[in-house]
C-alpha cells in the first residue's frame, strides 16, 4: 500500500504552498492509497478530515501531527511526527517521553523527522529517548543526512521509513513507504511497521533537485 507519511497542506502549515485539495488530486494521480495530514503543530478535526475523504475516496486519508519538541534552553528544537492522531492535546505537551507513551497507548505511530537535518534535531534520541521510526530519505533530508539517521536506527534497533516530507506538489512521488498489506486504522500501520512489513521506496528519476547534498 503505498503510503505517505508526512503531508503538509497550505490550510494549517504556512511552509506549504498547496491546497488539501490540490495535494489529494496530487496524490491519486500518483497512485497513493494512504496519507498522513502531519500538520506543522496543527491537527485536523475528524469532521474536517472525513468531509476531505468524501471527496477523495481513492485515498484513505488520516490525521496526524508534526509536533515542534524544543530543547530545555529552547535554542533548538526537533520534529516529532504522531501519525493518526486528532488530539489537540499534544499541541500543548512539551514532555517527550510522555508523547511517545501516549502515543503508544494510543496505538500511533511516532516518527522522529529528518533527525540529521540540523544540529540538535535528535536531541530526544539522545535523552534515551526513542519514537517508533526515524525518517530516512525524504525531501528535507540529504543523502548524507539519511546515512546518519539509518546508522543510529541501526544502533539503536528502530524501524527507518521514507516520507516525502511533502510541502507541494513538485515534492509528490519522490519518497515514500509501502506497506506488506492495506492497512484501515493507524493502529494497524503501526504494527505493520513495527513488524517491519513494510519496503521504502524511492523515484528513481526525481524530477527536480532536492535539497542541496
Not at 115 to 124: A, L
Not at 142 to 154: L, N, P, Y
Amino acid at each position: 500500500m503505498k503510503a505517505e507519511l508526512h503531508l503538509h497542506t497550505s490550510r494549517y502549515s504556512a511552509c506549504a504552498v498547496h491546497s488539501p485539495e490540490e495535494m489529494l488530486v496530487g496524490l491519486v494521480a500518483r497512485g497513493y492509497e494512504a496519507v498522513f495530514l502531519t500538520e506543522h503543530d496543527a491537527v485536523w478535526s475528524r469532521k474536517d478530515t472525513a468531509r476531505l475523504q468524501e471527496h477523495f475516496p481513492q485515498v484513505r486519508i488520516f490525521g496526524g501531527l508534526e509536533k515542534t519538541l524544543y530543547h530545555d534552553d529552547r535554542e533548538g528544537f526537533q520534529h516529532l511526527l504522531i501519525l493518526g492522531t486528532h488530539s489537540a492535546d499534544y499541541i500543548f505537551m512539551d514532555d517527550a517521553e510522555a508523547i511517545l507513551q501516549r502515543a503508544a497507548d494510543e496505538g500511533l505511530t511516532t516518527i522522529l523527522a529528518h533527525p540529521f537535518r540540523h544540529e540538535g534535531s535528535s536531541h530526544i534520541l539522545d535523552e534515551g529517548l526513542y519514537p517508533d521510526a526515524l525518517e530516512y530519505r525524504s525531501c528535507n533530508h540529504t543523502a548524507g543526512q539519511a546515512e546518519k539517521s539509518r546508522a543510529a536506527a541501526e544502533k539503536l534497533g528502530l524501524q527507518l521509513v521514507n516520507a516525502g516530507d511533502t510541502h507541494g506538489l513538485r515534492m509528490l512521488g519522490r519518497f515514500w513507504t509501502d506497506t506488506d498489506e492495506d492497512f484501515d486504522s493507524p493502529t494497524e500501520l503501526r504494527d505493520m511497521l513495527l513488524a517491519g512489513r513494510y519496503q521504502r521506496r524511492e523515484a528513481q528519476r526525481p524530477a527536480a533537485r532536492l535539497v542541496e547534498e
